[in-house]
Structures are given as C-alpha cells and as structure tokens.
C-alpha cells in the first residue's frame, strides 16, 4: 500500500525558511520509474506545482519560486524534504507531497499525502 | 513556463446530464515522436487531495469510472463526464506534463444544478 505523509509546522513567520518532510512508504525513492513532487494550494485556490526529485537525484523547481526552493532526498529513511526560504503571507497554502510515476513519458501524480496546512503570519 | 487555461470556472449540471470542461495550453504538448499529448486532468472532492483521472489527454487511469472521458490535441482538450452522478462534485484540474514547470490550470468547479 502506497502512503505519502507530510510534516512541518503549522505556523510559519514571515521572513522564516519552511521545512516539510514527506515520509514514503510502499515505495522505494530509489525506483528509477517513481519519484515525488511538492505542490501546493491556497485555501480556496488552484493548485501550484512546486518541485520535484527522482531517484537519480535529478530536480526541478517551478520558475516563479526556485530561488526560494531546494528538494532533498534520504532513500534510507523514505524521505523528501522541501525548503522554502523567505516564506510570505502569500505562501499560505495546504502543501501536498505526491508520488510521481514516470514511463514512456509519462510523469504522473498517482498517490498524493493528505496535505498539511502552514499559515504565514506574525 | 507552459499556460494552462481552464474554461469555464464553474458550471452546474443536472444530474444524469453531461458535462464538458476544456483545458487549453498556451503552446502545443503534442509529442511529434510519439504522437501523444502530455496532458492530464485530476478531480479533486472537498477536503481530499487530488485524483487522476485521465492522462495521455484520453487514457483513463485505472479504476476511474468510464463515463469520464478525455478528448483533444495539441492546445485544446475537453473533459467529459456523461450521466452526471453526485459524486463526481469536484473541482477538475488539467495538468501538462510536457515539459517543466508542470502547471496545472486554474480548475473548474462542477457542481449539481
């Protein structure tokens, strides 16, 4: 059974870096056909892709925001952990970890975490 | 980065009915060497994370219900939910995933008239 949680504060203050940690299970981050992204979602809003990593540690980060970003990865403990510098009121969002799976082109969110709500504010 | 633009926001439809939801990105994800489109649409329920529903525009993925269909090429695509039933409330999403960042529309919100 595949499961993704997410982990991190709820309450973030302006100008702090965010750290969320998405702990996997069913799956290996080391399989060449999986990987995991991070997107989020404002309350009421659409849903933005932030990042992701596969196994070769290759990333990508959205373009709006990969000053902002880093995405790790420990195989060993089935973990990606996203990094948000300079977090602002507007970064107020439900942030999702999903599992990516990659074929013959195709990358593909087929398992997604519950979502943890971080609220910016002082 | 790849536009994605969801049309309408929100529509409302009876039940039994059809719904039709376009998507339609700023420049072409047709793949020319593999002749496939790289997009696909989620469904997202209140207070749940996203499913997929749909990829390669047409293919449905696995367990999603046959009345959910997906059509289009190049920078226009449609999804389609025939005999509309209660569950499928939802906000719909297209993704593309041609080339990064992946962006998603904007959504749009189906709801029983």
């Known amino acids: 059974q595949v499961t993704l949680k997410e982990s991190g504060p709820v309450l973030v203050k302006p100008t702090e870096t965010l750290t969320l940690t998405c702990t996997v299970s069913?799956?290996?981050?080391?399989?060449?056909?999986?990987?995991v992204s991070w997107i989020r979602q404002p309350p009421g809003g659409a849903l933005e892709w932030l990042a992701h990593i596969v196994s070769n540690d290759e990333k990508s980060y959205s373009t709006s925001l990969k000053n902002r970003l880093a995405i790790s990865k420990d195989t060993s403990k089935s973990q990606v952990v996203l990094t948000m510098t300079n977090m602002d009121p507007v970064d107020t969002a439900t942030y999702y970890c999903a599992r990516m799976r990659l074929g013959f082109g195709e990358l593909l969110y087929d398992h997604w975490g519950q979502g943890t709500l971080v609220s910016v504010s002082s | 980065d790849i536009v994605m633009t969801q049309s309408p926001d929100s529509l409302a439809v009876s039940l039994g009915e059809r719904a039709t939801i376009n998507c339609k990105s700023s420049q072409s994800i047709l793949y020319s060497s593999n002749i496939k489109n790289y997009l696909a649409w989620y469904q997202q329920k209140p207070g749940q994370p996203p499913n997929l529903l749909i990829y390669?525009?047409?293919t449905r993925e696995s367990g999603v219900p046959d009345r959910f269909s997906g059509s289009g090429s190049g920078t226009d695509f449609t999804l389609t939910i025939n005999s509309l039933q209660a569950e499928d409330v939802a906000v719909y999403y297209c993704q593309q995933y041609y080339s990064a960042p992946y962006t998603f529309g904007q959504g749009t919100k189906l709801e029983i008239q």
């Open positions: 390669w525009a047409s």
């Open positions: 069913g799956f290996s981050l080391s399989n060449s056909r999986m990987g």
